[in-house]
């Protein structure tokens, strides 16, 4: 059965701190994994990963993917209040299915 | 660009009840794909489509129909609501063609069954 697991599943932090979300998979046939922030409403595409040992980034946060110990980390540096939200791992694989982990809820308080 | 919409954006059900919620993109997506979200459970996922007349099952799919007779249309059935099946529903679509492009997701219907 297709598994993805994040760690940790909640996490409050000060503005300023630097904070690395975890997720790690089992899935059957894997193609790729993405990143999503989540706030009030819809989750919105962060990242996608497809190649071990590539870094990607976006401002303050940045992803990296090891497909060899299948985990993905999600790394926020100099985090401010509207980081705040749930983040979600996904893996995408090749039988069409998208498989989300459980999220993880970050606090960032002033 | 309308994106993907969701309709109704809350809906309460009496237990036994049926209702069809409503999903249309307008980017011309071949996949899309319903997810209901609990608190502390992620989004799971429920049905899926690769393409008109084309569905599959994902990780709970009882309790609920899909059919898609267009490429904009992908809507969920409860036959027979339950309160367990109270929460909030995501639709989502992406190009099937490109397996590495990410989902665009609806705003969610919030569904409570009493």
């Known amino acids: 059965e297709d598994k993805v697991v994040q760690s940790p599943l909640s996490l409050v932090v000060h503005e300023g701190d630097t904070v690395t979300l975890n997720c790690s998979y089992e899935?059957?046939?894997?193609?790729?994994l993405l990143w999503y922030k989540q706030e009030k409403k819809a989750p919105t595409f962060l990242f996608m990963l497809?190649?071990?040992?590539i870094e990607k980034k976006s401002g303050r946060l940045s992803s990296i993917l090891d497909k060899k110990e299948l985990f993905s980390i999600l790394n926020i540096t100099a985090t401010q209040t509207g980081d705040s939200a749930i983040y979600l791992c996904?893996?995408?694989?090749?039988?069409?299915?998208?498989?989300f982990g459980p999220g993880t809820s970050l606090s960032v308080i002033p | 660009n309308a994106g993907v919409t969701q309709t109704p954006k809350f809906q309460v059900l009496k237990t036994g009840q049926s209702m069809t919620l409503q999903c249309a993109q307008d980017?011309?997506?071949?996949?899309m794909s319903w997810y209901r979200q609990d608190p502390g459970m992620g989004l799971r996922l429920i049905h899926y489509s690769v393409g008109a007349g084309i569905t599959d099952q994902g990780e709970v799919p009882n309790g609920y129909n899909v059919s898609r007779s267009t490429t904009e249309d992908f809507p969920l059935r409860l036959l027979s609501a339950a309160p367990s099946q109270t929460s909030v529903y995501f639709c989502a679509s992406r190009r099937q063609t490109n397996y590495n492009s990410p989902l665009h997701f609806g705003n969610g219907t919030r569904l409570t069954v009493t």
């Open positions: 996904a893996v995408g694989t090749s039988y069409d299915k998208v498989i």
């Open positions: 497809t190649s071990s040992g």
């Open positions: 899935v059957t046939n894997f193609r790729s």
């Open positions: 980017m011309n997506h071949e996949y």
